[in-house]
């Protein structure tokens, strides 16, 4: 190196950006501003995409998603105090599915701390509940290892949302060009090391165990989730089930592993495939509220479940019959492998083979007839199958749908049908609404080559609706459908008993301007709006939108009573 390089200063907005980028961050999203603005901007200088939002709760949902998609760690930037805070809603997202995430905040000058400073907060003791790490850089020599570290917690184990804390006088600290260099490189070959680290702590005679109990089960179920697709394990899921001829459920997000039209599919016989089922090899899918916890009268109380995760915490907690600690993808070529020393085969005439493909036929031709009736003004089934077949006839790749609302995301999650790996995103775990706008963003930024398809209720729609700009000034292949019912579940559905007191001619809580014109929100900034509300109008207005692959919002006025009041979970309302 040049004499003159070590007189070359770095500040901290400059050696966090050379951490980022030399670690393999591509990517980030946020909201600028005090103390930050220079780093995104330096990012930006060093080849990372930076996607600026309007609110960081958005931008957050964006990178826990982004961090799903592509295994790698989503990055979200924000301003102190508030800015920080508003981030949480993104972090604890990330934590609640397993996602890889870093949320990168500015905080007050370290000095000024506990003196009432601008956005002054203990940002560390505000993150812990919703992260698996956090460290706060107290000098510009600790910022690359900081970096490292949350970068490797977030992919680690079971993914998460990790926290950095930059004091905004670290920021503006300086370091001569050979420091930075020499601790960029410590800190490089420790995150190459730590990145080539794999945890997998499964024995040979745990999966020996688990082909046994497969292979003497009378009645199968090989259910898997967003971990087995966040594992990439599609292939090895695709083995395992077309060797055994073991039929398959997946939970929501793991829809697309295999095809739904697989005939080994048991999604529209569910009921019968976990309520009968006496084995269940469950894999990247946790025994929680979306499972029934693995318990009567759901599941069956003889039922034997081979939990496979990655968190050994997780097997503890649901003490299943055998757990196996490790990656998905690992442990189910492990299990392959295993078979096929000694194989075996349900075969189509297998009578629960048989029991499950009848009972779903007949629930599938149930539908379809349902779905065949036009009806105006619309109700959810009939605009959801003018969706599902627009989505179908673009083929491969197949578009990534986003999907969040009660009913209109319980209608499309039966209707819809997902045929590739990490084709859908919805409000997962933590049931979480207003996701929709930042999880199109992140699928836009992550698989540039598919179209994004949202498919959203209003009052979805109306958390992150302002983001509609955000889709326009990138210019990202995104078509927003709207819902709109006119509310919360479709508007004012209160018993006559409740309609009393000194306010009871306001606007019931449920209820929004009827027949609102979202469609006209995003022509505002120059993207294309259409108006559905026949099937004419939504055949169009899908067509046109779907071929031009620009930012468009379709705006279907559904009938305000169609839906039940939330959705499939009324018990807990």
């Given at each position: 190196m040049a004499e003159?390089?070590?007189?070359?200063?770095?500040?901290?907005?400059?050696?966090?950006?050379?951490?980022?980028?030399?670690?393999?961050?591509?990517?980030?999203?946020?909201?600028?501003?005090?103390?930050?603005?220079?780093?995104?901007?330096?990012?930006?200088?060093?080849?990372?995409?930076?996607?600026?939002?309007?609110?960081?709760?958005?931008?957050?949902?964006?990178?826990?998603?982004?961090?799903?998609?592509?295994?790698?760690?989503?990055?979200?930037?924000?301003?102190?105090?508030?800015?920080?805070?508003?981030?949480?809603a993104g972090l604890s997202n990330a934590m609640a599915n397993g996602w890889p995430m870093v949320m990168i905040s500015g905080s007050c000058d370290q000095t000024d701390f506990g003196r009432g400073d601008f956005q002054e907060l203990d940002q560390i003791a505000a993150v812990k509940p919703f992260s698996k790490f956090a460290v706060k850089a107290k000098d510009i020599n600790e910022i690359p290892e900081c970096v490292l570290?949350?970068?490797?917690?977030?992919?680690?184990?079971?993914?998460g949302g990790c926290y950095l804390d930059f004091p905004s006088d670290v920021l503006?600290?300086?370091?001569?060009?050979?420091?930075?260099e020499g601790l960029l490189a410590s800190a490089a070959e420790r995150f190459r090391k730590l990145s080539e680290e794999v945890v997998f702590n499964v024995q040979n005679s745990q999966i020996e165990e688990a082909a046994s109990l497969l292979r003497h089960a009378e009645r199968p179920l090989i259910v898997f989730g967003k971990g087995a697709a966040f594992a990439r394990a599609e292939s090895a899921l695709t083995k395992l089930v077309e060797t055994t001829g073991i039929p398959f459920l997946p939970t929501p997000m793991g829809k697309g592993l295999l095809p739904d039209t697989h005939d080994l599919a048991a999604t529209a016989a569910r009921s019968l495939a976990i309520g009968k089922c006496d084995v269940a090899l469950v894999v990247g899918a946790r025994l929680n509220w979306?499972?029934?916890?693995?318990?009567?009268?759901?599941?069956?109380?003889?039922?034997?479940?081979?939990?496979?995760?990655?968190?050994?915490?997780?097997?503890?907690?649901?003490?299943?019959?055998?757990?196996?600690v490790g990656d998905a993808k690992l442990v189910v070529e492990k299990l392959n492998k295993q078979i096929k020393d000694d194989p075996f085969c349900l075969g189509r005439s297998h009578p629960w083979v048989e029991a499950i493909s009848r009972k779903a036929k007949e629930n599938v031709l149930k539908m379809e007839a349902q779905l065949a009736k036009q009806v105006v003004p619309f109700n959810f089934l009939t605009p959801m199958k003018i969706i599902r077949d627009a989505i179908l006839g673009l083929g491969s790749p197949a578009p990534i749908l986003v999907?969040?609302?009660?009913?209109?995301?319980?209608?499309?999650?039966?209707?819809?049908?997902?045929?590739?790996?990490?084709?859908?995103?919805?409000?997962?775990?933590?049931?979480?609404?207003?996701?929709?706008?930042?999880?199109?963003?992140?699928?836009?930024?992550?698989?540039?080559?598919?179209?994004?398809?949202?498919?959203?209720?209003?009052?979805?729609f109306g958390f992150s609706a302002m983001e509609v700009e955000t889709l326009v000034r990138y210019q990202l292949p995104v078509v927003v459908i709207v819902f709109n019912n006119g509310g919360v579940y479709g508007g004012d559905r209160r018993s006559p008993d409740e309609i009393n007191g000194p306010y009871k001619d306001d606007p019931a809580p449920t209820s929004f301007v009827p027949s609102a014109a979202y469609h006209t929100l995003i022509e505002a900034f120059g993207g294309k709006g259409y108006l559905a509300g026949t099937p004419e109008e939504l055949k169009s207005a899908l067509a046109e939108s779907f071929a031009a692959r620009k930012p468009a919002v379709i705006n279907v006025i559904i009938d305000p009573y169609a839906g039940s009041e939330s959705g499939r979970l009324q018990h807990k309302n």
């Open positions: 003159s390089d070590t007189h070359v200063l770095l500040d901290g907005n400059q050696l966090i950006a050379k951490s980022l980028a030399r670690f393999g961050v591509d990517r980030m999203f946020g909201v600028v501003g005090i103390p930050v603005t220079s780093l995104a901007n330096r990012a930006v200088s060093l080849g990372v995409r930076f996607l600026a939002f309007h609110n960081e709760q958005s931008a957050g949902y964006a990178a826990s998603a982004y961090g799903y998609l592509t295994g790698r760690p989503g990055v979200l930037l924000t301003v102190s105090g508030p800015g920080c805070v508003h981030g949480l570290q949350a970068l490797a917690h977030a992919g680690s184990g079971r993914p503006h600290q300086t370091i001569s060009d050979s420091e930075a979306l499972l029934h916890f693995g318990e009567p009268p759901k599941w069956s109380k003889d039922v034997k479940f081979i939990l496979v995760d990655v968190c050994q915490e997780e097997i503890e907690l649901r003490k299943p019959h055998l757990g196996l999907s969040e609302g009660a009913n209109t995301m319980d209608v499309g999650r039966a209707v819809l049908v997902q045929t590739e790996p990490r084709t859908r995103l919805d409000a997962g775990t933590w049931g979480t609404m207003g996701v929709g706008l930042g999880y199109c963003i992140a699928a836009a930024v992550a698989s540039p080559d598919r179209l994004v398809v949202a498919v959203e209720g209003d009052s979805g």
